[in-house]
């Protein structure tokens, strides 16, 4: 069956290093995405893509990057970890750009920043 | 921009009672509309959608319909039970942008 999976599911990592979150779904898809979950917020779009070589920034991108070099799989990677880091990061795909689309999600990577 | 706002929880109900979750939105074209569930420790998944006005989105006994008037898409179900407990996430998609979404509503159903 076709699935979406994150890794890993914790981590914990000190201040100032750089992390690299991973995602990968087996559907095919051309858009993914990356969100960060925190209480009181709900989710905020960090950066997403349209297909391989497009990357663009969401809400709250600073100190993110993405790159997207195959369809399966885009990484996210924090370049300098900072405690307001700490969060569930959630990725999603979904088959178009289309406003028809649901997303598919991930299971999330909880990470603490410390 | 675009903006989702879902009445703030915890929402706490006894079993069989009636649910409603509030969701109003407001954006700059003609929107689709989505409430997503997410149980404990899980990623969220599509709980019912609806792509135009006056569509009924359905699934599990919960329905929303889409509200052009009054900008609303209001979670609904007649008869809840334990297993609803989760987080409720109401979001739109407006112009094939990215999903944005509310704060989410919290349910706990007690037995």
């Known amino acids: 069956d076709a699935e979406i999976t994150q890794s890993p599911r914790h981590k914990i990592t000190e201040t100032g290093r750089q992390v690299t979150l991973a995602c990968h779904q087996t559907w095919n898809h051309n858009n993914m995405f990356w969100y960060r979950q925190d209480l009181g917020h709900g989710l905020r779009l960090i950066h997403y893509?349209?297909?391989?070589?497009?990357?663009n920034k969401g809400e709250v991108s600073d100190g993110y990057s993405v790159s997207r070099s195959n369809t399966e799989d885009l990484p996210l990677t924090l370049e300098s970890a900072a405690s307001s880091q700490t969060s569930v990061y959630f990725c999603?795909?979904?088959?178009?750009?289309?406003?028809?689309?649901?997303?598919?999600f991930g299971s999330g990577t909880r990470l603490t920043v410390v | 921009g675009n903006s989702v706002t879902q009445m703030e929880g915890p929402v706490t109900l006894s079993e069989e009672a009636f649910l409603t979750i509030n969701c109003t939105y407001t954006a700059t074209g003609y929107p689709s509309l989505f409430w997503y569930v997410q149980y404990p420790g899980e990623g969220l998944q599509l709980l019912l959608k609806?792509?135009?006005?006056?569509d009924k989105g359905s699934n599990k006994g919960f329905e929303a319909t889409y509200r052009k008037e009054t900008t609303s898409f209001h979670l609904e179900k007649g008869s809840v039970q334990v297993s609803d407990s989760a987080v409720y996430f109401c979001a739109l998609s407006d112009l094939g942008t990215p999903l944005v979404f509310g704060k989410g509503t919290r349910l706990s159903v007690i037995a």
């Open positions: 999603a795909s979904s088959p178009g750009q289309g406003t028809n689309y649901g997303y598919t």
């Open positions: 609806a792509t135009k006005a006056d």
């Open positions: 893509s349209y297909g391989v070589q497009d990357t």
